[in-house]
């Protein structure tokens, strides 16, 4: 069975300042990789997805997140963030074996300061 | 698109109740994904289903949790009798084939059981 840590809970940042949220996966196949964004009081919404291919992945309002096999990592970035971006980041994973359903971190709240 | 569809946003009942939460997935989606939010326990998946078929509802915690998929266009999750842990947001989700897409994500319903 796969496993995710997100190891940071809180991750307080200036506005306009870089942000990297960290995401580490266990798992004996292959997967494939996820962060979604949860604002407060709705539902999740894609922010990237790693499938196969290219290991640096572009999303959406900035975002970006690298597949470090060796690593099992799966870390997101932003170079400079904005108020708006203050919500719960959850990475995900799901196995290459069919099975569809995602398994979630526990989540990284970021917390942008004026 | 409307998106995935959820009702109620919100319940409030008692212990012993019965709960109904219903969801609407995406026109032309093949794959339905329940999953619960709590504090303690994070996202977790509590069933999912391929064609409106269950395909693996390992994450149902217990007999008092059903759920059914009568058609391609709507699904169930019923509690009976509801306990006051199963206070949580239940999301459901939709995702078209094949394996690997993003999944879709409705606004939850927010469940408290007194």
């Known amino acids: 069975a796969q496993s995710v840590t997100q190891l940071d809970s809180q991750v307080p940042v200036f506005e306009e300042a870089p942000v990297e949220l960290r995401c580490n996966y266990s798992s004996s196949v292959s997967v494939y990789l996820f962060w979604y964004v949860q604002y407060p009081n709705q539902g999740l919404q894609l922010l990237l997805k790693y499938l196969s291919g290219s290991t640096l992945v572009k999303g959406i309002n900035g975002f970006e997140a690298e597949f470090n096999k060796s690593q099992t990592s799966f870390h997101l970035r932003k170079p400079s963030v904005h108020i708006s971006d203050t919500a719960e980041y959850f990475c995900?994973?799901?196995?290459?074996?069919?099975?569809?359903?995602?398994?979630f971190g526990s989540g990284t709240r970021l917390q942008v300061q004026p | 698109d409307a998106g995935v569809i959820q009702s109620p946003r919100h319940e409030v009942t008692e212990m012993g109740q019965e709960v109904t939460l219903r969801c609407k997935p995406i026109?032309?989606?093949?794959?339905l994904f329940w999953y619960r939010q709590t504090m303690m326990r994070g996202l977790e998946l509590l069933i999912y289903f391929n064609n409106n078929v269950p395909i693996d509802d390992s994450g149902m915690p217990e007999d008092r949790f059903s759920a059914k998929m009568p058609n391609a266009s709507f699904s169930t999750l019923k509690i009976q009798p509801s306990e006051p842990r199963d206070s949580a947001v239940y999301f459901c989700?939709?995702?078209?084939?094949?394996?690997?897409?993003?999944?879709?994500f409705g606004p939850g319903t927010r469940l408290t059981v007194l």
């Open positions: 995900a994973v799901s196995e290459d074996t069919g099975r569809r359903a995602l398994t």
């Open positions: 989700a939709s995702s078209p084939g094949p394996h690997g897409n993003e999944q879709f």
């Open positions: 026109s032309g989606h093949n794959s």
